[in-house]
């Protein structure tokens, strides 16, 4: 069962990222953030600023055809884009273990993909269209 810490409604890449600066403060060595959201919801700019939260000065950018890639900040930080994985066992194949249970901060863009191997603590994140540029981002944890 997940609880709701909070929601923000962004009406720019800008706000989302800054929106994503936010969840940056809550996350710790270890933290696994799951992002569920259609194509063009946000979940890149996001992880932007989670990044930027966490101190990362390199550009984030889509990992799609990386599928996994590692930056230095405060934490290592693992973007992880699950798009065009056929599931759990091929995300296993590539050695995600290592970012999800490593000393750093990982987030998986498209977790849905790959949901039986996101931690059950993990913190997840939907973000849905409004309209226009306007995005509704929910976040929310596991409780015990």
């Known amino acids: 069962m997940e609880i709701c810490l909070f929601s923000i409604v962004s009406s720019s890449p800008e706000e989302t990222i800054a929106a994503g600066e936010r ?4 996350l710790r060595k270890g ?6 959201g259609g194509l063009g919801a946000g979940k890149t700019w996001l992880t932007k600023g989670i990044a930027r ?12 055809y990386t599928i996994i890639s590692e930056y230095e900040g405060r934490l290592p930080f693992y973007h992880i884009d699950a ?7 091929e995300f296993a194949t590539l050695g995600a273990d290592d970012a999800l249970y490593g ?3 990982t987030v998986i ?3 849905e993909r790959v949901a039986q191997s996101i931690p059950d603590n993990a913190l997840t994140i939907e973000i849905s269209i409004l309209e226009d540029t306007h ?4 976040v929310k944890e596991a409780t015990p």
């Open 83 to 89: 798009y065009r994985l056929r599931g759990d066992d």
């Open 109 to 111: 863009e498209w977790s």
């Open 23 to 26: 969840i940056a403060a809550l």
């Open 135 to 138: 995005r509704l981002i929910v």
């Open 31 to 36: 933290s696994v953030v799951a992002l569920c």
């Open 103 to 105: 000393n750093g901060v």
């Open 53 to 64: 939260g966490l101190g990362v000065t390199e550009e984030v950018t889509s990992p799609t």
